[in-house]
């Protein structure tokens, strides 16, 4: 299983980005996906994540990014994506992406909920 993030750049504040995460060996509509943060000296904070079609496709998001972030799948392409909008100097971290079989809901910003990660995409937000 390989998980491949990316998209990430330098982006002005107010900008948007749109990350993607590619999957080879699983079929990700099958997973819960969810894309985590690390910004320099702090925790991997889990931001959004959405289950797999069978169990619903539920969206979650984290406060610091609820209403401009916006997770999303493309099951054609077996891809997932975060729409980054809005963007915020403390947005500037490495993002990756995700997943696993199936996670509890009051696990799902917990790293440790998670089997497969892939390599970071590191945005930065800055004038």
């Known amino acids: 299983v390989q998980l491949q993030a990316s998209g990430g750049g330098l982006v002005q504040p107010g900008g948007s980005l749109r990350l993607s995460c590619a999957a080879s060996?699983?079929?990700?509509?099958?997973?819960?996906v969810a894309w985590f943060r690390q910004a320099p000296g702090k925790e991997r904070e889990g931001i959004a994540c959405i289950s797999s079609s069978g169990s619903g496709g539920d969206t979650y998001y984290a406060d610091s990014v609820k209403g401009r972030f916006t997770i999303s799948r493309d099951n054609a392409k077996n891809m997932v994506y975060l729409q980054m909008d809005s963007l915020k100097p403390d947005d500037t971290a490495v993002y990756y992406c995700?997943?696993?079989?199936?996670?509890?809901?009051?696990?799902?910003?917990?790293?440790?909920?998670?089997?497969?990660w892939g390599q970071g995409t590191q945005v930065t937000v800055s004038s």
């Open positions: 060996g699983l079929t990700l509509d099958d997973y819960t």
């Open positions: 995700t997943t696993t079989p199936r996670v509890a809901y009051s696990a799902l910003a917990v790293p440790s909920s998670y089997a497969y």
